[in-house]
């Protein structure tokens, strides 16, 4: 029963946010509709950045209702002269489908270890802290007290755009 009133809470968090946006979609970008690469390669020139350079971005408001906008370029030359091996850890704390499914339910409003104790398929007490440990020493996650853990703020929108990066 509180896993029905858990989902129509959350019905009624994504209703209250959809009906605050105008009942609108988000736009999404046309296809040839490059104007955050441009911008970026305008950024690169000025800098004499002749390797070019990344950049990801995003405007995501959770159904929480929590907002966060987010940005970050860098310069090829550092990415590609780093040691990638030191990434390591981060990729592989996301390499688990529960650790996913607890990110995505963080994400959503369930912050306690009890909370996402409730949920099918996530397995026991102890394999939950086992996972929340593992993304928390990987920076997807750190706990804020009182059993309650959360996505950092500069960690939600990366976190979405590695899951993009893996559906295309």
Do not use: C
């Not at 906008?69 to 590609?80: F, K």
Request: net charge negative; aromatic share 6%; no cysteine.
């Amino acid at each position: 029963m509180k896993q029905l009133e858990q989902r129509v809470a959350d019905l009624e968090r994504r209703l209250v946010a959809l009906e605050e946006a105008g009942g609108r979609p988000a736009p999404h970008p046309r296809e040839g509709d490059l104007w955050a690469l441009e911008g970026l390669k305008e950024q690169l020139s000025e800098l004499g950045a002749a390797a070019g350079g990344v950049l990801f971005t995003g405007s995501v408001r959770l159904p929480t209702g929590e907002q966060y906008d987010w940005q970050y370029g860098t310069p090829a030359d550092g990415l590609m002269d780093a040691d990638w091996a030191e990434s390591a850890e981060v990729f592989a704390a996301l390499g688990h489908p529960v650790r996913l499914r607890l990110l995505r339910e963080i994400l959503g409003g369930r912050r306690t270890a009890a909370e996402l104790a409730e949920l099918d398929g996530v397995g026991t007490t102890g394999q939950i802290y086992h996972h929340l440990r593992q993304l928390t020493g990987a920076g997807w996650l750190h706990a804020t007290g009182r059993g309650r853990h959360e996505v950092p703020p500069g960690r939600v929108v990366p976190l979405l755009v590695a899951l993009s990066t893996a559906r295309h």
